[in-house]
């Protein structure tokens, strides 16, 4: 299964540039000490840069999945785009790891669809977070699932 990309017409801002990612990587060290950041569980994502090739890390928040997998969401602050590290998976889902829990683990990524969505998203939608971040806007913040290889 592939992944889908859709773009808003309408969204919130999205942080970028020198300074957030110097935030993101003091983020990123205490995830991989800690495992939780802003009240809920954490990891940092490892990818392989879609068109440069290089390797890109994201601190990211995490919900339970199926069997073990961990469930990660392409919000972006709500932004009408979808996140780089969204991009970087489509191009690269079999080339990502995550440090987990004091680990780190080879995954795979899937963008779940339809009714794996839904059933996804209705739980994650539990955390105001994640509901105000689609209530930002109009495109459909795409779950992935990351199962370890």
Not at 130 to 137: D, I, L, S, V
């Amino acid at each position: 299964m592939g992944f889908q990309t859709s773009v808003g017409t309408r969204g919130g801002k999205v942080p970028k540039g020198p300074i957030v990612r110097f935030v993101n990587s003091i983020i990123a060290r205490n995830v991989r000490k800690k495992g939780r950041f802003g009240g809920g569980n954490a990891l940092v994502l490892h990818t392989v840069g879609a068109k440069t090739g290089k390797e890109r890390s994201n601190p990211l928040a995490w919900f339970p999945g199926p069997d073990g997998s961990w469930l990660i969401v392409a919000s972006a602050n709500g932004a009408a785009n979808n996140p780089g590290w969204f991009h970087n998976l489509k191009a690269n889902p079999d080339r990502a790891r995550i440090d987990v829990d004091g680990e780190t683990v080879a995954v795979r990524a899937e963008q779940l669809l339809g009714e794996d969505r839904a059933r996804a998203w209705a739980e994650i939608s539990r955390n105001e977070r994640f509901a105000g971040y689609a209530a930002k806007t109009d495109r459909e913040i795409p779950v992935i699932e990351l199962m370890r290889k």
